[in-house]
T-cell receptor
Framework: SAVISQKPSRDICQRGTSLTIQCQVD?????MFWYRQQPGQSLTLIAT?????????ESGFVIDKFPISRPNLTFSTLTVSNMSPEDSSIYLC???????????FGPGTRLTVL | KQEVTQIPAALSVPEGENLVLNCSFT??????LQWFRQDPGKGLTSLLL?????REQTSGRLNASLDKSSGRSTLYIAASQPGDSATYLC???????????FGGGTRVLVKP
């Protein structure tokens, strides 16, 4: 299995500011993903974090709003830029080693924007 | 576009009763299907993963079946306990290393 940690676990931010969320995996993984879970909703994929190249974003999500880095095979960051109250959500990082492996999830970062 | 639906949205049962959670998906061309558990305010814990070539997977009191051609999966939890209270999510993947498409979840409450 893979153990994933996220920092911070929660934060309360002011409108117009930015927050960077870190995701650390305890072993090398092939794929890393960032999901958003809005209050009372299920998970929606924001983007696939590609090692050494630009992230692949899903429809409705753009790099200027959610810049992502993945400098190596165990670490990724997601920045939520110019935040508004609508960005209040839980942001989850996940990872997969490829093949028939399960997808492992971090504990999430609970973001509240005032 | 793949759509995943979970019915019911919420379920309340007395302790000891068996739980049956349903998941349906519109595109049968899946690579695998996973069932997750999510406790309030927490991340996801993987329960079972079923490859598209498999019919079922079992782990302890949990059993998940997959009927790929009809686009359905069912999670059975035998002899439910209060500790089983959580939201259960199913998700499908189209290919290895591909994103997961999630259902809306079933919120389960097991009453002592």
């Amino acid at each position: 299995s893979a153990v994933i940690s996220q920092k911070p676990s929660r934060d309360i931010c002011q409108r117009g500011t930015s927050l960077t969320i870190q995701c650390q995996v305890d072993s090398q993984v092939t794929m890393m993903f960032w999901y958003r879970q809005q209050p009372g909703q299920s998970l929606t994929l924001i983007a696939t974090a590609n090692q050494g190249s630009e992230a692949t974003y899903e429809s409705g999500f753009v790099i200027d709003k959610f810049p992502i880095s993945r400098p190596n095979l165990t670490f990724s960051t997601l920045t939520v830029s110019n935040m508004s109250p609508e960005d209040s959500s839980i942001y989850l990082c996940s990872a997969e080693r490829g093949g028939a492996d399960t997808q492992y999830f971090g504990p999430g970062t609970r973001l509240t924007v005032l | 576009k793949q759509e995943v639906t979970q019915i019911p949205a919420a379920l309340s049962v007395p302790e000891g009763e068996n739980l049956v959670l349903n998941c349906s998906f519109t595109d049968s061309a899946i690579y695998n299907l996973q069932w997750f558990r999510q406790d309030p305010g927490k991340g996801l814990t993987s329960l079972l993963l079923i490859q598209s070539s498999q019919r079922e997977q079992t782990s302890g009191r949990l059993n998940a079946s997959l009927d790929k051609s009809s686009g359905r999966s069912t999670l059975y939890i035998a002899a439910s306990q209060p500790g089983d209270s959580a939201t259960y999510l199913c998700a499908v993947s189209k290919a290895a290393g591909n994103k997961l498409t999630f259902g809306g979840g079933t919120r389960v409450l097991v009453k002592p």
